[in-house]
């Protein structure tokens, strides 16, 4: 079993140039992910990637908040989703269609074996699970300041091409992402051209396509197997790179009784109260962690006193 670069970011830069990048590798974290739910190994690779996606989308952000990267689709996996904090805090969940049975969830099809060999490819791609018209969401929420969210189909067959795709589309800088996962260990790679400050725009453009050449080159099997800087020196050895201190990642979610609460305070004293009725107490249950937060009647006529909410 691997022991090296557990659940670590860290941030790259190649000397006298203007493109830098990000490698990281999940393994305690992604099992935890794992664990909370009973997921088909092709489903169980791909929350591999989508956390791995996500931790390497958190490094493009400035300020404090949650970066969500979320698929849905009409296929037999409706949605898949992984989330990560600017503290480096990840989670991810998957609801997919169990074709046995025909019911939806997260918990009853035969599970990826942790110990089952680990495969390079998924069995079934990106595309095969979410079916037609899926979509590919990337979700900014600054803990101050507004939300923001940029919608893509989902095009081609693995994330790292979606991921690519959703930068082409959004106008922001040159970037490209390589994700892998096997059910036991996730790993990414990301490639950012920033503006040009050490190059001409000719030079970066060159260096930059020389680059993402090199990275493609990068097989599932080294990126999973590997510590970081084997990979980089795989395939950048003629390049003159400077890689900095790895950044822990660990799995937490960040749902409490006070965001619970708020959620309840937003539909309204009415609703809240259709909801009592039906059913008392109102029980509610994180998708992620499955922790449950109960609410009576004297807790809801409470929060409603309350209201507006103190934001925690
Ligand atoms: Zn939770």
Redesign the pocket.
């Known amino acids: 079993m691997t022991d090296f670069d557990k659940d670590v970011r860290q941030r790259f830069l190649f000397e006298h140039s203007d493109i830098r990048g990000e490698i990281i590798s999940l393994q305690e974290s992604y099992q935890s992910v794992l664990s909370n739910g009973t997921y088909p190994a092709p489903i169980a690779h791909l929350i591999g990637e989508f956390l791995a996606g996500v931790c390497l989308l958190s490094a493009t952000l400035k300020f404090d908040g949650i970066i969500s990267l979320q698929a849905s689709g009409t296929g037999p996996l409706s949605m898949i989703m992984a989330d990560c904090t600017r503290q480096h805090n990840v989670r991810g969940v998957a609801h997919y269609m169990n074709t046995q049975n025909n019911e939806t969830n997260e918990a009853s099809t035969p599970p990826a074996s942790p110990t089952s060999p680990p495969q390079d490819k998924p069995v079934q791609t990106l595309t095969d699970l979410l079916g037609e018209n899926a979509t590919l969401a990337v979700t900014i929420d600054p803990s101050k300041g507004q939300r923001y969210q940029g919608i893509i189909p989902v095009e081609g067959d693995t994330l790292s091409e979606c991921l690519t795709n959703y930068f082409h589309h959004s106008e922001q800088l040159p970037t490209r992402l390589w994700v892998h996962a096997n059910g036991h260990r996730a790993g990414g790679l990301l490639l950012q051209a920033l503006p040009c400050q050490l190059q001409t725009p000719e030079e970066r453009e060159k260096h930059w396509h020389h680059l993402s050449q090199l990275a493609n080159t990068l097989k599932p099997v080294e990126q999973l197997n590997f510590d970081h800087t084997e990979q980089l020196h795989r395939l950048f050895h003629q390049e003159s790179l400077r890689l900095f201190t790895p950044t822990d990642i660990r799995s937490a979610?960040s749902?409490s009784r006070t965001r619970t609460a708020n959620m309840l305070v937003s539909l309204g004293l009415e609703e809240a109260q259709a909801i009592l009725e039906e059913k008392c107490p109102i029980e509610v249950t994180?998708q992620?962690?499955h922790?449950l937060y109960s609410f009576d009647q004297n807790d809801i006529l409470c929060l409603f006193k309350q209201s507006p909410p103190t934001l925690h």
């Open positions: 979610c749902c994180c992620f962690c922790q």
